[in-house]
């Protein structure tokens, strides 16, 4: 045999190898319906009953907020804001969603929930045309009108099973009502998930200016450091965060005898803006990926943590990952819905469009004049 006919053997057997190393290397993931056209009915208010008994038991009432006792004016602006007056089209869009569904260890740390609700909501827009890479959050406690009941209600709470479409179908056409934006696809995972994909990076890097805390759950110090995947999400979550006033005093007994004040100007928008560094940093270590054994145990740290819908399959999933590889992260244009507090007459306290979405995405660019 000549060195030609080796080298071309040999080149085979490794492509056969490899070959095979990608078809058994990645899981499968759990994946649910995503039609389109359920989600454009929903949207349109136009809906199918589901039959009798049908997975009752995953059914979830949204909440309800009664206009009657609100403010006429906030309320006539809420409707006049809570839907788009044109559609988005021209980009590639993903949904990612993150719920505060728990497990029984997670539920004793951070307190139990009733029912899941949609925490994390980001929309990840790919121009078709170009290069350009858009990340929009969408604050949890928006007021729309829900498409499904025809009620107000935050935006969280429409990520519900019910007559209408599954959850992430209620929630994709909640999100087409209020941005105009049509989802191609979705991704969902809980908290448990998001603590195991930062642990498959050994890690995340967090930079802050000032050393905070909330409780006992996190503690970060001024500068950069490289946290845990627990440390990273209860920074993300955090509602009550301190600051250290001056130096932090131990006493002899080691008990922390510091000044901590709470940090002003939490709010729901300050968890959208630490969802997005968190995401930043992970497409940072996925543009990092060398090679395809380094993506591939990435993706296999993912089984369990994610759903998907049924048509994003994971050759589609590992393909958009693989894309991030080279790309600078300051290209990727950030964006938070234009919103304002408003407090209940029951004391709960919402967000609201300051103005329609349409507006908006025509001043950043979203939109074409």
Not at 273 to 301: D, H, M, P, T, V
């Amino acid at each position: 045999m000549n060195s030609q006919n080796r080298y071309y053997y040999l080149l085979i057997a490794i492509l056969a190898i490899g070959f095979s190393a990608y078809t058994f290397m990645f899981p499968d993931f759990e994946t649910t319906e995503f039609n389109s056209e359920v989600i454009e009915n929903i949207s349109k208010g136009v809906t199918t009953t589901i039959a009798d008994g049908q997975n009752a038991e995953e059914t979830i009432v949204a909440e309800k907020i009664d206009i009657v006792k609100e403010n006429p004016s906030a309320i006539n602006k809420i409707l006049d804001n809570s839907s788009a007056e044109r559609n988005i089209e021209g980009y590639n869009v993903y949904l990612l969603i993150g719920s505060d569904e728990r497990s029984e260890n997670s539920s004793a740390s951070r307190g139990s929930v009733e029912g899941e609700r949609a925490d994390v909501i980001i929309l990840g827009l790919i121009d078709k045309n170009s290069d350009k890479k858009h990340l929009i959050s969408i604050p949890r406690d928006v007021l729309i009108t829900n498409p499904c009941t025809d009620e107000i209600a935050r935006i969280n709470s429409t990520y519900v099973k019910n007559n209408c479409g599954n959850k992430a179908e209620n929630l994709a056409a909640s999100i087409k009502i209020l941005t105009g934006i049509s989802i191609n696809h979705f991704a969902s995972f809980n908290f448990e998930g998001f603590e195991k994909i930062i642990d498959s990076f050994n890690g995340v890097e967090i930079c802050v200016d000032e050393t905070q805390r909330e409780g006992f759950s996190f503690e970060l110090q001024s500068g950069c450091q490289t946290v845990s995947g627990t440390t990273a999400l209860n920074w993300v979550v955090s509602r009550n965060t301190e600051v250290l006033v001056g130096d932090k005093v131990i006493d002899a007994n080691g008990n922390d005898k510091s000044e901590w004040v709470l940090m002003q100007g939490v709010s729901d928008l300050t968890r959208n803006k630490r969802q997005q560094y968190i995401i930043l940093q992970l497409l940072n270590e996925i543009a990092n990926f060398n090679n395809l054994n380094e993506l591939s145990q990435f993706i296999n740290a993912l089984e369990d943590t994610f759903i998907i819908d049924e048509n994003l399959t994971i050759n589609k999933a590992i393909n958009l990952l693989w894309n991030f590889r080279g790309v600078d992260l300051k290209n990727i244009n950030q964006y938070s819905l234009p919103v304002e507090n408003y407090v209940l007459s029951d004391g709960r306290q919402v967000l609201v469009m300051k103005e329609n979405f349409s507006t908006f995405a025509t001043s950043v660019g979203l939109l074409d004049n």
